[in-house]
């Protein structure tokens, strides 16, 4: 059965830095494009930063600069170090392996695998 569990949030103050870990099982994570979301409750789940299985990256504007994506297949295990954290990056941080190519990465139902989601709590 695959999984995907999110680690590493947690509470920090603006300007902090955090690294999420994304540690997944039972698929072919090698080839597997995956990406980090978040989402603040009442609101949309939104895309942040996407890794393609060759190693290609995109990112939102607002973690252009900030945060950057990286995986390492060897532990079958994805990353997303965040720095100079915001309060607007408050949210919870999901991880999601992609099944469709017909939007944008950013859209939440390009992805059909996700983790349950760790909390990030940036305080000014």
């Known amino acids: 059965q695959a999984q995907m569990v999110e680690s590493g949030g947690g509470s920090v103050q603006a300007g902090g830095s955090l690294r999420l870990t994304c540690s997944t099982s039972g698929f072919t994570f090698i080839t597997s494009d995956l990406a980090w979301f978040r989402q603040v409750p009442g609101k949309e789940r939104e895309g942040v930063a996407y890794i393609g299985g060759d190693g290609s990256t995109d990112y939102v504007d607002a973690a252009k600069g900030r945060f950057t994506i990286s995986r390492e297949n060897a532990r079958d295990s994805l990353y997303l170090q965040m720095n100079s954290l915001k309060p607007e990056d408050t949210a919870i941080y999901y991880c999601?392996?992609?099944?469709?190519?017909?939007?944008?990465?950013?859209?939440?139902?390009?992805?059909?695998?996700w983790g349950q989601g760790t909390q990030v709590t940036v305080s000014s």
């Open positions: 999601a392996a992609r099944r469709r190519y017909i939007y944008h990465w950013t859209d939440p139902r390009e992805f059909h695998r």
